[in-house]
């Protein structure tokens, strides 16, 4: 294919969440980076039908205050704030292709910097640990409607014809969590969109359905805002530890099982942090055409 023309990709995935990976590390930026034409690239290149397929796009950029940096488009193309499972994806890429030989990294996001522990093993990284950060509570933190200093706990919230008690937390991206007996039989793609959209969220949310299976360990499934439902979220199990905890529901580090896998979420409750552990994982690479055409 002498002289083709294309945009060279990654694609991993952390659990199941998997995001096509762009590498903006190497010198000036292609015109296929262009600020107005990231949104439309995202949804194209993650259509699973036309496209590479993908929950979305992440970019992986120079920093000037960080080791790094990372910007997330979702697979509607709007951007996001901060990705949890896509951060450790971050990670890996970095170390196992040789951008860094550190095994603590920071990497700026649009929620701020975020720190890494990176666990090396025969094969590059093997698990990725990442400093989350401070959830947040008041619903002018999240955001929410209402009182901007109160919390959002257990507010009723309609989707169809059914009601569901949501409590309202920030991991840099606003969480509504909902807890529930049972979350294998939820028809999400009826009853997510309703929720992610409802007028109680100025910038939309996350929702995430929360079985408590005992003091140690959790059942998720998520409806991610802009991508519909994928198998993990990063964030969305952070929120859903951190808000099982303030029940009382949980201990302060617990096993958090996902349909793409397990993730470990530990709450500082002294200092307010989250820690987050899980693997990340290549899938292939490749060159993407968004015309369809090869230009010899």
Request: net charge negative.
């Amino acid at each position: 294919m002498k002289g083709k023309k294309g945009i060279p990709f990654v694609k991993m995935h952390g659990i199941g969440n998997d995001y096509i990976y762009l590498d903006a590390l190497r010198g000036e930026r292609p015109d296929y980076l262009e600020e107005d034409k990231i949104p439309d690239l995202s949804r194209k290149i993650s259509n699973r039908n036309f496209g590479v397929g993908s929950d979305g796009l992440i970019l992986i950029l120079p920093s000037e205050i960080a080791d790094f940096r990372m910007r997330i488009f979702n697979a509607d193309g709007s951007e996001a704030k901060m990705c949890g499972n896509g951060i450790r994806c971050v990670g890996k890429y970095v170390y196992d292709l040789g951008f860094t030989t550190k095994k603590e990294i920071s990497v700026e996001t649009n929620s701020g910097i975020k720190y890494l522990h990176l666990t090396i093993g025969e094969n590059g990284v093997e698990s990725v640990t990442v400093d989350m950060g401070s959830p947040k509570f008041k619903r002018g933190e999240i955001p929410a409607t209402g009182e901007k200093e109160e919390e959002m706990n257990d507010q009723q919230i309609s989707s169809g014809q059914k009601e569901f008690k949501v409590t309202g937390v920030s991991m840099g991206n606003p969480h509504g969590v909902i807890f529930s007996h049972e979350v294998d039989d939820l028809n999400l793609p009826e009853i997510g969109p309703g929720l992610e959209k409802n007028s109680v969220w100025p910038d939309r949310a996350n929702i995430e359905f929360v079985k408590v299976v005992n003091k140690d360990e959790l059942k998720v499934r998520v409806w991610e805002r802009g991508s519909d439902e994928t198998l993990a979220c990063g964030t969305g199990a952070c929120a859903s530890a951190v808000a099982s905890y303030r029940k009382g529901l949980t201990n302060s580090e617990v096993t958090i099982h996902l349909q793409g896998g397990d993730l470990k979420v530990r709450y500082d409750e002294k200092n307010n942090r989250v820690m987050m552990t899980g693997g990340a994982t290549f899938i292939c690479s490749g060159i993407y055409y968004p015309d369809g055409k090869i230009e010899n």
